[in-house]
């Protein structure tokens, strides 16, 4: 009797038990799962992301339009005419004066105070910087000068040195590296920022407007984000 007993007990807990087949095959499901879980987070991760940039791109160009609506004409860019002289150079239109064109400044006997962070930009610098003599949207008043941009937040503008220590739009996205790894721009303290595009003077893909873009790396793959493909 007592061995009949240990005889069932032993029958009903192998009966109970998972097969190493079966332990194999539950954990290859859950594995399966998992990556297509990851695979979704990715897409969904990504898709956020441009998103974003696609909302703060919005912002800017409601900015710009308004710009153009005032002034009469859209925010000069990174000019290829080196002020006073007859040299041409590629412009560059990762560091264009749109922050302080769109913020505004006020001209002082140092330069040009930035209203946005009280801070003075040297004429000297504004032409080291950008190429030009000065800023549009500059008056000698406080009054006088138009912010286009009165929500921009400190996350979404940065300093850069190019030889002047001067301050961009930031895309909220990381941006594209060299054949080192090394990110294409960095701030002041080696920090990597990724500028917005921004050319004015015979845009490419908006002949009668301007082009306003951004490069983006996500995972890898750059990605560009811009106005004509609205």
């Given at each position: 009797?007592?061995?009949?007993?240990?005889?069932?007990?032993?029958?009903?807990?192998?009966?109970?038990?998972?097969?190493?087949?079966?332990?194999?095959?539950?954990?290859?499901?859950?594995?399966?799962?998992?990556?297509?879980?990851?695979?979704?987070?990715?897409v969904a991760?990504?898709?956020?992301?441009?998103?974003?940039?696609?909302?703060?791109?919005?912002?800017?160009?409601?900015?710009?339009?308004?710009?153009?609506?005032?002034?009469?004409?859209?925010?000069?860019?990174?000019?290829?005419?080196?002020?006073?002289?007859?040299?041409?150079?590629?412009?560059?239109?990762?560091?264009?004066?749109?922050?302080?064109?769109?913020?505004?400044?006020?001209?002082?006997?140092?330069?040009?105070?930035?209203?946005?962070?009280?801070?003075?930009?040297?004429m000297d610098?504004?032409?080291?910087?950008?190429?030009?003599?000065?800023?549009?949207?500059?008056?000698?008043?406080?009054?006088?000068?138009?912010?286009?941009?009165?929500?921009?937040?400190?996350?979404?503008?940065?300093?850069?040195?190019?030889?002047?220590?001067?301050?961009?739009?930031?895309?909220?996205?990381?941006?594209?590296?060299?054949?080192?790894?090394?990110?294409?721009?960095?701030?002041?303290?080696?920090?990597?920022?990724?500028?917005?595009?921004?050319?004015?003077?015979?845009?490419?893909?908006?002949?009668?407007?301007?082009?306003?873009?951004?490069?983006i790396n996500?995972?890898?793959?750059?990605?560009?984000?811009?106005?004509?493909?609205?």
């Open positions: 009797m007592q061995n009949q007993t240990r005889d069932n007990i032993f029958r009903h807990r192998s009966g109970g038990a998972f097969t190493l087949i079966e332990l194999l095959t539950v954990i290859s499901i859950i594995i399966i799962i998992a990556a297509l879980l990851i695979g979704l987070s990715n991760g990504k898709k956020m992301r441009i998103s974003r940039v696609e909302s703060e791109m919005h912002k800017l160009s409601t900015a710009i339009d308004s710009y153009k609506s005032q002034f009469g004409f859209y925010p000069p860019d990174n000019s290829t005419n080196v002020p006073n002289t007859n040299i041409e150079r590629n412009a560059n239109p990762a560091v264009n004066p749109l922050f302080y064109e769109l913020t505004g400044t006020v001209v002082t006997n140092n330069g040009f105070l930035c209203l946005k962070h009280q801070e003075v930009i040297s610098n504004v032409e080291k910087a950008f190429n030009l003599d000065g800023f549009v949207n500059s008056a000698k008043t406080l009054e006088n000068t138009h912010n286009f941009l009165p929500e921009l937040k400190e996350s979404e503008h940065s300093h850069i040195d190019v030889g002047a220590h001067v301050s961009v739009l930031v895309v909220p996205v990381e941006g594209p590296r060299d054949s080192n790894g090394f990110p294409l721009y960095t701030d002041h303290g080696g920090t990597p920022i990724n500028p917005w595009r921004y050319v004015s003077t015979n845009p490419t893909n908006n002949p009668t407007s301007y082009d306003l873009w951004a490069e996500i995972s890898g793959e750059i990605i560009t984000i811009g106005n004509w493909q609205q």
